[in-house]
């Protein structure tokens, strides 16, 4: 069991002071015979308990090292944020309540908040879906008519990047204690988007 302040003041107490001082055996036999019940002292403590008292005038616990608790207030604080704005990053809330951003997470983890992404879905037309199938069934008749056809097409990947600030799966979340299902609907088209195209030649 730790010794806690009271008891390192009882230590000094017990080796005394001038012609009257006890040596480190005799101090911790005489702190064991008035604690039986406690686990006995040794020596190497005795001493480095009487070292920081002549070094420091004091025995208290050294003050701890890193940054104190976070008190329920500031965790309120947090929880009220992502209420307000289920939209809003660690980044934010960080800087708005001057706490770290490591602090903001923990008290999300702390009560079960999860960054949700955002699920994005093409807008479907009426007419889609007849496309769909016509598409479909042309290619179906082309490839009986020319065999071999599928194997000559030249697949491409396509990624677009929106220029008119569209939403970014990557950098979107939304912070509940529960999957919102949130879906963002928006069009396939658009008047101003740069597209990135990788080819691949599938033989």
Known sequence: MPLNERDRIEII???????????????CRLFHEMHPDREPVSQSTVSRIERKYRELGHVRDAPRQGRPKINENVQQDVILSALENPHCTVRQVSRDLNI?????????????????????IHELAEDDFDRRTEFCEYMMDYNNQNNGFIANILFSDEATFFL??????QNTRYWSQENPHWMQEYHTQHPQKS?????????
């Open 164 to 169: 008119n600030g569209h939403v970014n799966r």
């Open 100 to 120: 770290g951003k490591s602090s903001v997470s923990n008290i999300f983890k702390k009560v079960k908040y999860h960054p949700y992404r955002v699920r994005l």
């Open 13 to 27: 107490m017990m080796i005394g002071v001038g012609d009257r001082m006890r040596t480190q055996q005799e101090v």
């Open 195 to 203: 597209v990135l195209h990788r080819t691949h030649l599938w033989h």
